[in-house]
Every structure is written in C-alpha cells, then in structure tokens.
C-alpha cells in the first residue's frame, strides 16, 4: 500500500517510443530555428528586394528566360536585390540578370530528388528542405513578386502571396504576372468563376497585375517601393 501510494504522485513512465518521439520533435524544431534565423543572418536585413518566380524548365535562350534576364538587370540596375528559388530556368535567369548588372541576389535552393540543382549565379546561395521555410523567408525579404509562367510550384507561391495580402497577414506589395498570353486564362478564370460566384471581391482581382514589358515591371514597381 505504502508503495502504490508513494507511485501515485509521480508521472507515468513514459514508453522509450514516446521518449524518442519527444526527442524527434524537439530536434526538428530546433532544426527549423537553425534554418529559419541562419537563412535571415545570410539574406541579411530586410530591405528592398524583388522576388522572381518562375519554371525550373525553361530553357536559356528562350524568350521568358531573357525577358526574366533582363527584367532582374532592370531591377537591380535600380538598387534592388534579387531573391529566386535558386534553382535553373527561370531562377537561373533572375540570378544572372542580377549578377550581370553587378546587382546582389540570393539564390533559396529547396533540394529535391529531380530537376532542382543550385545555379552559379546567385551571390547568397541557400539550401532548404522544407518547402514553407523557404516560402516564409520569401514572404518576408520580398517587397515585390515577378512572376513568370510556371507550374505547380509558381502557382503556389502565387496564390499564398494573395491569401496573405488579402487576409492582411502581410502588407501589400506589387503582384505581377509577366506574359499575358500565359497568365490571361487565368485571369480571365478568376473572374468568370470566382469572383463570379462571389468567392472573393473586386479588390481581390486588383491586388494582380499583367505586365509584359521590363520596363514596365520596373516603373509599377518605383510605384510602391522606395529604394
């Protein structure tokens, strides 16, 4: 009796599968620390700095992959750093526009089994694991989103940068979509559809710009952003 009673007041023991559970999710978190404050004191203080979003697949030398070049080149050129996904394709052609205007751009590489290998051009590069790490440090940098056709990827950080300007989780910043002939469907969806159907308001659709020349990403952006 003296021994139940003694027992009684202390915690159950805990199973050695519960012990390393608890273990597994103190490391990731700390893991997540590492990344989330190593990426920032790298990126550095938050500033004026344009982020370029955009298909791994396109290739060097098409016309996106030069519009992007020189549309990164325009924005540095103008005190603006340059922030990609670090990978080819289009975030290789933001990454080297930036660079080949003496401009600074970070490079946030995710690893994957395919397709995503760093470029050569970023002057910050960095390595993630996790997806909405590297979206959170996109959000944050960013006072500014470029972006270029793409796919799944593209269209979630798109979609995640106007769900955070909408819900007010974030100040509103330029959104711009670069190729009319690519993104006009979409558009064009949103408002026959959505708004249609009163899933989202008028003031929704406005937060969304369709530019097609650099130059005019360029002057939209001096618009709102004070270098």
Known sequence: AAGGAFGAGLPKPRSAARMNGAAHRGQFGRTLFRRLVGGRTRVGPSGTKGRH????????GSSAYETTKQCAAELAEMGCDIITGG??????????????????????????????????YANIPLDYKYFFIRK????????????????????????EALTL???????????????????????????????????????????IQIIDEPEEVVKHIKKYVIV
């Open 53 to 60: 979003s955009g298909s791994a697949r396109i290739n060097a």
């Open 87 to 120: 990978g080819p394709g289009i975030m290789e052609a933001g990454n080297k526009g930036a660079a080949e205007a003496g401009g600074k751009s970070v490079g946030m590489n995710i690893k994957l089994p395919f397709e995503q290998k760093p470029n050569p």
């Open 136 to 159: 959170v440090m996109f959000i944050k940098y960013a006072v500014a989103y470029v972006i270029m056709p793409g796919g799944y990827g593209t269209m979630d950080e798109f979609f």
């Open 165 to 207: 300007i909408q819900t007010r989780r974030v100040r509103s910043f330029p959104v711009i979509l670069m190729g009319r002939e690519y993104w006009q469907g979409l558009l064009d969806w949103l408002k026959d559809s959505m708004l249609k159907r009163e899933m989202i308001l008028p003031e929704d659709l406005e937060m």
